[in-house]
């Protein structure tokens, strides 16, 4: 069963509320942030980019490193009560909108 961004959101809270630190502070979650975006790059430079992983590296995945980046991106939202889904429609209006004949549209035939 998948779960709609607003179950992820409170899912991340109820993990997050357990501990007496709370979230992190903006800034310290942009560093984090960076730091996974980092690795979900090294990621993908192993498997479509022309540097080899050396033999003792672990094996991460990219799946991995996008759900580190989402977690990431769900505490900052969540920090600054922010609604992951109300943010989606308006940035999916923006695109539709503001770049609607931006890119070549398939055929529909």
Not at 41 to 70: C, Q, W, Y
Not at 78 to 90: M, Q, R, W
């Amino acid at each position: 069963m998948e779960k709609s961004l607003d179950e992820i959101q409170r899912e991340v809270d109820q993990y997050i509320s357990q501990f007496k630190e709370g979230y992190f502070s903006p800034l310290a979650m942009l560093a984090r942030m960076s730091e996974e975006v980092g690795e979900l790059a090294r990621e993908v430079n192993h498997s479509f980019g022309e540097k080899p992983k050396k033999t003792d590296e672990a094996d991460n995945s990219i799946e991995l490193e996008l759900g580190d980046i989402l977690f990431i991106t769900v505490c900052f939202a969540n920090s600054l009560g922010i609604n992951l889904t109300e943010a989606h429609d308006k940035v999916m209006h923006k695109f539709n909108t503001r770049d609607a004949n931006r890119w070549t549209k398939k055929d529909t035939d």
